[in-house]
């Protein structure tokens, strides 16, 4: 059920993180994988890291948020497997601060990377999926999607924003392309080490008190911990679920 062999992965910010690591995890799972993000020289590492597992694996540059560069970055990751079956929309920024503080231009930084570029890469994988009569979409929002940041050091009202956004889209999607057998989930992370929080939040004892605290796990989510959600919602173990939004957070947002 939860065999991914002969599918195809496509991972969005695979040169780093929950990324990598998700790209990692399909690859031991049974796919062959398309790496994209920026920074070529890391989705090359990742790619020797798969290959080495004896899966297929193609890096493509890509930012996310231009549309010629995703176009042709997904048309090349077509061309090269002929069919594109998942896709992991895992890019994304964390821009910091309140409205009272935030430039416009930070604003909309969020919102093209975390919206825009999932809007973007779908836009261009969701036909090949219509067209193959399959499809399993996973959305990386955040817990921060429907809870603010408690600790007022760290307010991020536009990645709260882009987040939330992340969902709407989700379900606007898993609507649409159920019929295609296409389904469109979302995650939400809690904290995790990676390069977005490894010199912001795990740098704050107060944040990493008030979290672990308040959290009935009592710590943050540990490497490999999201995977067997998005595992889940990759595979036909998940065929009959849609438009959901399940957050992998040690409980954090029930209390
Ligand atoms: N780490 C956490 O605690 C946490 C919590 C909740 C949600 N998330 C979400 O998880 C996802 C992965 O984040 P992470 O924690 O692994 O951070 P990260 O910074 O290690 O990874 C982000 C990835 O996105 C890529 N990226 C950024 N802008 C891009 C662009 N314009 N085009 C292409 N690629 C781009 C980066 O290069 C990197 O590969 C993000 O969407 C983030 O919002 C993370």
């Known amino acids: 059920m939860f065999d991914l062999t002969g599918k195809v992965a496509v991972v969005t910010g695979a040169s780093s993180g929950l990324g990598r690591d998700a790209a990692i995890a399909y690859a031991e799972a049974g796919a062959d994988v398309v790496l994209l993000a920026r920074r070529l020289e890391r989705l090359e590492e990742v790619a020797t890291e798969i290959k080495e597992m004896g899966r297929d694996v193609l890096p493509i540059k890509m930012d996310v948020t231009d549309e010629e560069n995703v176009k042709e ?33 930070d604003f909309d930084k969020s919102m093209d990377v975390n919206v825009k570029g999932i809007f973007l890469v779908s836009k261009y994988v969701v036909p090949h999926m219509m067209d193959n009569k399959y499809g399993r979409i996973v ?7 429907i809870m603010a940041d408690k600790a007022d ?33 979302a995650i939400g992370p809690g904290l995790f080490e990676s390069e977005m929080t490894e010199d912001t939040l795990f740098k704050s004892e107060d944040f990493l008190n008030l979290y672990n605290g308040t959290n009935p796990m009592c710590r943050p989510g540990k490497q490999g911990e999201l995977n067997g959600t998005i595992l889940y919602f990759s595979s036909d173990g998940s065929s009959y679920t849609t438009g959901q939004f399940i957050v992998v957070d040690g409980g954090g947002t029930i209390v």
Do not use: P
């Open 139 to 145: 959305n990386v929002a955040s817990v921060n999607a």
């Open 153 to 185: 050091v760290f307010i991020r009202h536009s990645y709260n924003a882009s987040k939330s956004a992340v969902l709407g889209l989700t379900l606007g999607m898993a609507a649409s392309y159920g019929k295609y057998n296409i389904t469109v989930n």
């Open 73 to 105: 970055g997904i048309q090349k990751a077509f061309d090269h497997f002929g069919h594109l079956d998942i896709l992991l929309n895992n890019a994304g920024i964390a821009v910091g601060g309140g409205v009272h503080q935030l430039s416009v231009e």
